[in-house]
């Protein structure tokens, strides 16, 4: 059981470049979404989606699309990478809350640099 | 919107001894789950404890134990016999209904000294 697959794991991006961050689980979750981490700081929310079709955003979403065509797959698009999009950036999943032993399931994190 | 809110923004503990991090939250609703995540400096996100609102009993798992007050929307970390292992960042979280906006405190990094 993969879990939660998250690539790349380390990318360098100049600035105004494009790319995406793949993100699969293999866990059959409704709930997936995109955080990023700033140094020495908590996880913001990007975007999320509550199944698939179903994407919406969240605290810091300029810069970001995504798009949740199967249960399986949540990519994340930086459209015209900026120095300040330098972050750790996190996948997340889980069940639909309501029953016992619900858990955020992570990714192991993307680090991207934007020179 | 919830949020959570860890006031500690680092602490140490020698080894052996026992060290509690923080953490208050706001919400209105009354199903939620709260969590204790841990995360060293390779920035891998790992379950420390979890404990679900409906459930009067504090969570346990071997030297890491949650006071969680439902009233004062406060749920601390207690960590025992702390091992220099434990030297990371904690952060508490919060899921309600909507397990894809799950809210995160900025975390609260731990030094265990020998």
């Known amino acids: 059981n993969a879990g939660v697959t998250q690539t790349p794991k380390f990318q360098v991006l100049k600035t105004g470049q494009s790319m995406t961050l793949q993100c699969a689980q293999d866990?059959?979750?409704?709930?997936m979404s995109w955080y990023r981490q700033d140094p020495g700081m908590g996880l913001r929310l990007i975007h999320y989606?509550?199944?698939?079709?179903?994407?919406d955003q969240g605290e810091v979403p300029n810069g970001y699309n995504v798009s949740r065509s199967t249960t399986e797959d949540f990519p994340l698009r930086l459209l015209s990478a900026a120095p300040s999009q330098t972050s750790v950036y996190f996948c997340?999943?889980?069940?639909?809350?309501?029953?016992?032993?619900?858990?955020?399931?992570f990714g192991e994190g993307s680090w991207l640099t934007v020179v | 919107a919830q949020t959570v809110t860890q006031s500690q923004p680092e602490m140490s503990v020698q080894e052996a001894e026992t060290v509690t991090l923080s953490c208050t939250y706001d919400?209105?609703?009354?199903?939620?789950?709260l969590f204790w995540y841990k995360q060293p400096p390779s920035r891998q996100m790992i379950l420390v404890i979890r404990?679900?609102?409906?459930?009067?009993q504090n969570a346990t798992e071997n030297r890491f134990s949650v006071n969680f007050q439902k009233a004062a929307k406060s749920f601390s970390l207690k960590i025992s016999d702390s091992q220099l292992g434990d030297t990371a960042m904690y952060f508490c979280?919060?899921?309600?209904?909507?397990?894809?906006?799950?809210?995160f405190g900025d975390g609260t990094t731990l030094t265990v000294k020998p």
């Open positions: 989606s509550v199944g698939a079709g179903i994407t």
């Open positions: 979280a919060f899921m309600g209904t909507n397990a894809g906006k799950s809210t």
């Open positions: 919400t209105s609703e009354s199903n939620y789950y």
């Open positions: 997340a999943s889980s069940y639909r809350p309501g029953g016992p032993g619900n858990t955020i399931y």
């Open positions: 866990m059959n979750h409704e709930y």
């Open positions: 404990q679900e609102a409906y459930k009067q």
